[in-house]
Each structure stands twice: as structure tokens, then as C-alpha cells.
């Protein structure tokens, strides 16, 4: 007989619900995950089962939508795959890959963002365009709350690119004064009008930090890989920073050119697939050009899929070269995250800056670094 709570858990999650009288589960996220297996699996049944009326602590009606999010929360990486593929696969649970409409009245928020950023590479035609403007729509909204974040944030108080309500000479934006009252040049007296005067935020000027994002664009890694991008953007528009992206798995990819740009950044990452942290940081390495003002911001769950030799070998040439190495292992808002603790420690002694963060933490952080 088996007593041991776990493995009746398990062992009544892969029976069913109809198991429920002889092994009942108990509550929280053992429900959910019962809720889950049973909105794909009980499709199985046949129409002679018949099911009593049960209560339960997990979501009512679940949607696919809402399904797909459920399952990437609480399932490993690898269970969640499996799942989703005999979603699409056996059960044509296709209505998020064929229905424009189903699409479009969905809820936008960053669980739905998950959801199409996982089957993007399934959409086609009008349901891809319907995908994209539903990011977009999400991607606005965490660029608002995360660019007060940051400008209340310490790295907020060091950007010059910020209007200041103190009205001194010493921070009089001359620059940013006469091309904004251009149109109100007096051609025929040859002068300046000016109809707004504009300051800078501190008076302290700065040369541009490189900072380079390096993004692990691991399934796992799905809203760490969002707010790095949004980040990014966010970055892109403070001139003193000089902001590089770089998104990988086994191959890195450069998107610095379109870094001002968080849906097009989002709308190129394919997730999934091996991991190569080294590969990606010895790219990242050809990009400092000035050792003391560069931040490698390196965010990832630290699961190297090549020999962690070769990691440990790229972070020492970084940090000696004296750049500042920052692995996160969770960007979002919860910061709470799933990583190779072993990887991590050893980093961690080489003397990189090893934790998870949200974003203002981050910019906190940066914002100490360039004080140093």
C-alpha cells in the first residue's frame, strides 16, 4: 500500500478524476493541475462514463487560453511540450492557431502574450496579424508601468534626457530649447522665439555605458525573455546608455538594430531548443569596446547545454577585461526563478553579480554601477 502523500498525488493525477472517491487530491496547485490533465485527457472518455457532480478549488471553464497558461505554470518545461503538442496534435485544440475572432476577444494581458508567443510560429495570415496586435497591446501597457518604474528608479534620476521642474542655468537643455522653438524662428527680425525652455534632469553629465542584454530564449525563460525586451526598449531611449540585444539558444541572434522596438524583438524569438550560454557570451564579448563602461546582463536559468568549462572560461575573459557581468536568472515581476544553483555559485566566485531581479531592481542596480 502506498502511503507516501506524493505519490498518491501522482498516482491519482494520472488516473483522473474518476479516481477522485478512491484517491482523493488534496488542495492548491495539485487541483489545478488535476483541472488541467482532465480538460485535455478527459476527451478520452467515452459517452458511457458518467462523472457525480464534484466541487474543486481549481479554475472553472477553463479556456484554451487560459489552459495553455495553466499548464506553462505549473508543469517542467518538458511535461508542458508534451501536453501542447497532443493539444494541437490529437485533440485540434487549434481554435488559438485558426479562429481570427476567437483571437480578438480574448483578454490582453501577459498571460495571453505567453500563450502567442509559444504558437506565433503555428499562426498564419489573419490570425498571425490578430497575434501581433495583441502583442503590441500588452507590450504598450508593460512599457508604461515599467518606464515610471525606471524613471523612478535611481537610473531615472541619473538620465539627462528627462525634463526637470527646477529651473537653473546650470541645467538649461540649450540643445533640446532651439530645436523644439525652430518653427518659431522670426525670419524677419532673425531671431529666436522662444515659447518653451527646456532643462535636463541632473546636471551631471554622463558618457554612454554599453550595456549588452543577453537573452536565453529557452521556454522557460518566456517572461523573463518579455521584460528583457521591453527593458531594452526602454534602454534604447536613455542616451547614456548605448544599448545592444542579443537573444539565443544554440545560435545568437543580434537584434540591436531593432532594440527600440519591443514587438519586433518579440515577434523574432523562437522558443525552445538547446542552449548555448558560452557561444552567446563570447559573442557578447566581441561587442565591449570600452571594458569599464560595460554591462553584460546576461539572463538565464544557467542550464548550459555545452561543457560548463567553456562558460566558465568566456565570464573570467569578461570580468577581466574589467566589464561588470550581471546573470539574472529571473527578469519579471515576481523575480522568482528556477535556475543550476551549481552554475550560479561558481559565477557567483569568478565575481559576477548572480540574483534575480524585477525591473526597477534592475535599474537600481545599473544605476549603482555607474556610481561606482
Avoid at 498571460?111 to 502567442?116: G, R
Avoid at 508567443?117 to 496586435?133: E, T, W
Avoid at 527680425?189 to 554599453?210: A, D, I, K, S, T
Avoid at 565591449?288 to 563602461?293: E, F, G, L, M, Q
Wanted: hydrophobic share 40%; glycine share 6%.
Amino acid at each position: 500500500m502506498i502511503t507516501d502523500g506524493a505519490a498518491l498525488n501522482r498516482w491519482r493525477l494520472i488516473l483522473g478524476k474518476n479516481a477522485d472517491r478512491q484517491l482523493p487530491l488534496g488542495e492548491g496547485r495539485v487541483l489545478r493541475m488535476d483541472d488541467a490533465l482532465d480538460f485535455l485527457y478527459g476527451r478520452e472518455e467515452g459517452q458511457d462514463v458518467k462523472r457525480e457532480a464534484q466541487g474543486g478549488g481549481g479554475e472553472s471553464q477553463l479556456t484554451v487560453a487560459r489552459w495553455l497558461s495553466e499548464v506553462r505554470s505549473l508543469f517542467p518545461q518538458e511535461t508542458a511540450e508534451v501536453l501542447q503538442r497532443h493539444a494541437l496534435d490529437r485533440y485540434q485544440l487549434t481554435e488559438l492557431l485558426t479562429d481570427r475572432e476567437v483571437l480578438e476577444k480574448m483578454e490582453p494581458n501577459q498571460a495571453l502574450l505567453e500563450t502567442v508567443l509559444s504558437l506565433k510560429h503555428s499562426m498564419k495570415g489573419p490570425v498571425l496579424d490578430a497575434a501581433r496586435r495583441i502583442v503590441q497591446r500588452v507590450v504598450a501597457q508593460l512599457m508604461e508601468r515599467m518606464r515610471s518604474e525606471v524613471q523612478r528608479s535611481s537610473l531615472g534620476k541619473l538620465d539627462r534626457s528627462r525634463s526637470s521642474r527646477v529651473r537653473s542655468i546650470h541645467n538649461l537643455d540649450i540643445r533640446r530649447t532651439i530645436r523644439k522653438n525652430m518653427a518659431h524662428y522670426d525670419r524677419d527680425n532673425q531671431r529666436l522665439v522662444l515659447e518653451q525652455v527646456y532643462f535636463n534632469g541632473r546636471v551631471r553629465r554622463y558618457n554612454p555605458w554599453r550595456v549588452i542584454l543577453a537573452v536565453d530564449e529557452s521556454g522557460s525563460m518566456l517572461p523573463s525573455v518579455i521584460h528583457s525586451a521591453v527593458m531594452a526598449g526602454i534602454f534604447a531611449g536613455m542616451p547614456m546608455l548605448d544599448t545592444r540585444l542579443v537573444i539565443f539558444d544554440t545560435a545568437v541572434v543580434d537584434l540591436s538594430d531593432r532594440v527600440e522596438d519591443p514587438v519586433e524583438t518579440l515577434m523574432s524569438v523562437q522558443l525552445g531548443g538547446g542552449t548555448d550560454i558560452a557561444g552567446a557570451l563570447r559573442y557578447c564579448e566581441s561587442l565591449i569596446t570600452a571594458p569599464y563602461r560595460t554591462m553584460v546582463v546576461l539572463v538565464s536559468d544557467l542550464c548550459e547545454g555545452n561543457t560548463r568549462q567553456n562558460l566558465y572560461g568566456v565570464c573570467h575573459d569578461i570580468l577581466e577585461s574589467g566589464a561588470k557581468l550581471i546573470a539574472l536568472t529571473a527578469l519579471d515581476a515576481n523575480a522568482a526563478p528556477a535556475y543550476d544553483r551549481a552554475t550560479a555559485e561558481k559565477l557567483a566566485a569568478l565575481g559576477a553579480w548572480v540574483g534575480a531581479m524585477t525591473p526597477a531592481r534592475l535599474a537600481d542596480f545599473m544605476a549603482d554601477v555607474m556610481r561606482e
